[in-house]
């Protein structure tokens, strides 16, 4: 019993080791089909998958041929159909896959409206994968040469600009503004001083009348009777009774001048 467990570490050891170089070869078979596997993946950035495909009326084509509906021609997307004449694709052969149906197809012609990636098929040409009433179908095709066939796809979208973060910090209110208080307002006016002027009444100058006058006077004012007036006389002034004076001496005189004219004759 001693020997036997030597023995089994003995028998061990070489099962141990073709273990360890099974495993180490297996690990190596695998590494290289991982590797072929990514080969083959390199070659799909050359594949357009999911490109739209769409039918119409061939003609005389933008690579200068003249074809029929019954020919498996395709327009080629302007993005990838490139410059000058004609287009640097036109004449290869690609071959074409969709619903589990495979053919080759001829660039011919140009189509601006189909995007990166897009073809438009003759009529029999897309008979070939789909009856015309389906309109619009998305298949997967190749350049047969291996080529990219120039051109690039068009840039991504932006991404969406991130919304802003927004702050809940209270912010207090400011404080109203203090009103200004009316100021008062006076309308009362000093009024100007009144100047008057008083003009002095002119002084009655005395009126000198010769003895004829006055007797004339005097003896029409007898035979003349007195004007009646509803209006009351006015009180004689100072003036007026130094001029009855005045008339009485006259009238004296007058009378004396004719008793002495009387005693001559």
Excluded at 193 to 200: C, F, L, V
Excluded at 215 to 237: E, L, N
Excluded at 238 to 244: C, E, G
Aim: with cysteine.
């Amino acid at each position: 019993m001693l020997l036997g467990a030597p023995l089994v570490s003995l028998l061990a050891l070489p099962l141990l080791a073709l273990g360890a170089s099974t495993h180490g070869a297996a690990h190596s078979s695998r590494h290289q089909q991982i590797a072929k596997r990514h080969t083959g993946d390199v070659q799909l950035h050359k594949r357009f998958s999911n490109a739209r495909w769409t039918f119409y009326d061939v003609g005389l084509g933008a690579c200068g041929k003249w074809n029929v509906q019954s020919d498996f021609i395709v327009a080629l997307n302007s993005a990838q159909f490139g410059g000058g004449y004609p287009g640097p694709n036109c004449f290869k052969s690609i071959t074409m896959t969709y619903n589990g149906k495979t053919t080759q197809a001829t660039i011919m012609d140009e189509c601006p409206g189909c995007p990166y990636g897009g073809l438009d098929l003759s009529r029999g040409l897309f008979r070939f994968f789909a009856a015309e009433s389906v309109g619009v179908i998305q298949g997967e095709w190749h350049f047969n040469d291996g080529s990219g066939g120039g051109g690039s796809p068009p840039p991504p979208p932006p991404p969406p600009p991130k919304p802003q973060p927004t702050t809940s910090k209270w912010v207090p209110p400011l404080p109203p503004k203090p009103t200004p208080k009316p100021q008062p307002t006076t309308t009362w006016k000093e009024p100007e001083p009144e100047t008057t002027t008083s003009t002095p009444k002119p002084k009655p100058k005395p009126t000198t009348t010769s003895s004829t006058s006055t007797s004339a006077h005097i003896s029409t004012s007898s035979s003349a009777p007195p004007k009646s007036s509803s209006t009351p006389a006015p009180a004689p002034t100072l003036v007026d009774q130094t001029a009855n004076l005045q008339r009485m001496d006259n009238v004296l005189l007058g009378l004396g001048g004719i008793v002495l004219a009387g005693a001559q004759v």
